[in-house]
Nanobody, 123 residues
């Protein structure tokens, strides 16, 4: 059974970079037909998809939300079976619960989620 676990600082100062890591167990991030996403939920708002990293059998490629693309980067460490999120120039509006998730191509939806981690942007 695949499990995902987010980790990283719970408090980030404005203008700094938010960095989170998702550790995947029970399955490989290089498995075909799955992609790996970052999603967040700000207080009082709905889920916001931030971006995804995918493996096509030869290489990894990324896609980002247009509204966050200029500040977002997703990378991976296959040796540790992890993928990571970096969000630059954060403001208090980036305060949210951040989730990593596995997206199933067959289902067309996220079929496995981490428990989420609260990140607060405050000085």
């Amino acid at each position: 059974q695949v499990q995902l676990q987010e980790s990283g600082p719970g408090l980030v100062k404005p203008s700094q970079t938010l960095s989170l890591t998702c550790t995947v167990s029970g399955g490989s991030i290089t498995t075909n037909y799955y992609s790996w996403s970052w999603i967040r939920r700000a207080p009082g708002k709905g889920l916001e998809w931030m971006g995804v990293i995918s493996w096509d059998g030869n290489t990894f490629y990324t896609n980002y939300s247009p509204s966050l693309k200029s500040r977002t980067s997703i990378s991976r460490d296959t040796s540790k079976n992890q993928f990571s999120l970096q969000l630059t120039s954060v403001t208090p509006e980036d305060t949210a619960v951040y989730y990593c998730a596995r997206h199933s191509v067959a289902l067309g939806s996220n079929d496995c989620w981490g428990q989420g981690t609260q990140v607060t942007v405050s000085s």
